[in-house]
């Protein structure tokens, strides 16, 4: 059975950064692109930012571009995602998921990713 195990969440207060990482297990995924989502309470998950299977093409959202970075580790068979000038909007639980069909672009669409992670939460106090 295949899971995808998030870390590395937190909390932290504004300008503050914090790294988050996600490890599947059960099988590797270094074929595949791979993202991050967030779900804050009341909303709607929303896209953070993805990453191809080579780790040569990323997008972001805008709201955490220049913020955020997305890496992959496949020798390792992590994804993680570096979080810097944190500020109280970023609270939210954080998702990693994969994208179905490998050597597939990075998407921005939540639809097209088939394996989820159990989220992290991460918590920016003002």
Not at 58 to 74: E, L, N
Not at 95 to 120: H, I, K, L
Request: proline letters at 5%; hydrophobic letters at 30%.
């Amino acid at each position: 059975q295949v899971h995808l195990v998030e870390s590395g969440g937190g909390l932290v207060q504004a300008g503050g950064s914090l790294r988050l990482s996600c490890a599947p297990s059960g099988r590797t995924f270094s074929s595949y692109a791979m993202g991050w989502f967030r779900q804050a309470p009341g909303k709607e998950r929303e896209f953070v930012a993805a990453i191809n299977w080579s780790g040569g093409s990323t997008v972001y959202a805008d709201s955490v571009k220049g913020r955020f970075t997305i890496s992959r580790d496949d020798a390792n068979y992590t994804m993680s995602l570096q979080m810097n000038s944190l500020g109280p909007e970023d609270t939210a639980v954080y998702y990693c998921a994969v994208r179905r069909g490998p050597f597939s672009p990075p998407s921005r669409n939540r639809y097209e990713y088939d394996w989820w992670g159990q989220g992290t939460q991460v918590t920016v106090s003002s």
